[in-house]
């Protein structure tokens, strides 16, 4: 069984932390699974538009923290952080830094659980990769208005698609048999959360529903993958984003647990340009963590590889990637207007 915890580090400055777990729950793959979904008739007519029922009223705690996070947001901006991934000319990397920066990011942890705890421990472990469709169902919470769940949609639905193109994976939101759960939820909304949790996940342990319902300050969002225990393959994923954050600090999270979710599990400090880093440098998925995604998903890789089988491959590939892609450094469609968006967030 393998199983990560990334962003706690001892940095004490305010930092985008970030929970990453992977656990093999399950005998088989069909315990991990959720009870199949009905389809939607397609040719059913759309139900008539009905009136949003009205807000509830955040509690203190909820709307101290939404002030809280607009303020952590303007100081990383002033200080030059959650960078979008264009002009990237000054985080120069070649093929060998790119095999280096996978190999620690794809192979290690840096957290287990032990007794019912997180203790910080990296330690080695086995290719984990998705080898079927990722369906993702997107809950908002009662307190999330209609222009965030908008904005946020727009923004998944861009990047599963590109995520998707990376990794040749058919990634989209969907309701038949979602296997990732992403929830979107403020502090009152995450407390409840734990029952519908289970329910999506019943492998999930007991350790990984107390760090969704204890969530620390300095944790903005979470995302919890189960695999199976013998194939390595993963099975099912929850990622839980904090409703409160300011628009540019929730679009960083959702790049970094969706692309986390696909076997990119850990956080190197030597990793640049990345969003796999505890620095916070970059908000939005680099050309080298793209690299790092087509390396994951190369077919002559496969679940359940050691480091050692798989460094030779790893490194080929590298060499064989970076020639192609290194002068792509603009930053995509979507990622110009989900970042023109924030700008008036």
């Not at 793209?290 to 994951?296: N, V």
Request: glycine share 4%; proline share 7%; hydrophobic share 40%.
């Amino acid at each position: 069984m393998r199983q990560g915890l990334g962003r706690f580090g001892a940095n004490p400055r305010p930092a985008l932390r970030r929970i990453w777990w992977t656990m093999a729950g399950c005998l088989a793959l069909a315990a991990c699974e959720e009870a199949p979904i009905a389809p939607r008739d397609r040719l059913a007519a759309e139900p008539p538009a009905q009136s949003q029922p009205a807000q509830p009223e955040p509690s203190a705690e909820s709307a101290a923290e939404r002030r809280y996070y607009a303020r952590i947001q303007e100081n990383y901006l002033a200080r030059g952080l959650l960078r979008g991934n264009d002009r990237i000319e000054d985080a120069p990397f070649d093929a060998e830094d790119l095999a280096r920066n996978f190999l620690r990011i794809a192979f290690f942890d840096e957290f287990v659980e032990r007794d019912g705890k997180l203790v910080a421990e990296p330690r080695e472990g086995r290719l984990q990769r998705w080898e079927g469709p990722v369906r993702l169902s997107v809950e908002f919470g009662p307190s999330v208005d209609e222009a965030q769940r908008r904005a946020d949609l727009a923004a998944i639905d861009a990047y599963a698609a590109r995520l998707a193109r990376l990794t040749g994976l058919r990634i989209s939101r969907s309701d038949w048999r979602p296997n990732h759960l992403v929830l979107i939820l403020n502090s009152d909304e995450r407390k409840e959360a734990l029952d519908r949790i289970r329910a999506f996940a019943p492998a999930i342990s007991p350790a990984a529903l107390q760090s969704v319902r204890d969530m620390a300050r300095q944790t903005y969002c979470t995302v919890i993958a189960l695999s199976d225990d013998t194939s390595h393959v993963y099975v099912s994923a929850v990622t839980v984003i904090r409703a409160e954050l300011a628009y540019r600090m929730r679009l960083a999270c959702i790049h970094e647990e969706l692309a986390q979710s696909l076997g990119l599990v850990n956080d190197s400090p030597h990793a640049r340009p990345s969003i796999f880093n505890d620095n916070e440098e970059f908000a939005l998925l680099t050309p080298q963590d793209e690299l790092m995604l087509r390396i994951l998903y190369d077919p002559r890789l496969r679940p359940g590889m050691t480091l050692a089988e798989a460094e030779p491959i790893v490194r080929q590939i590298a060499r064989e990637l970076l020639p192609e892609t290194q002068a792509e450094t603009a930053m995509t469609v979507e990622d110009r207007l989900a970042f023109g968006y924030a700008r008036g967030r």
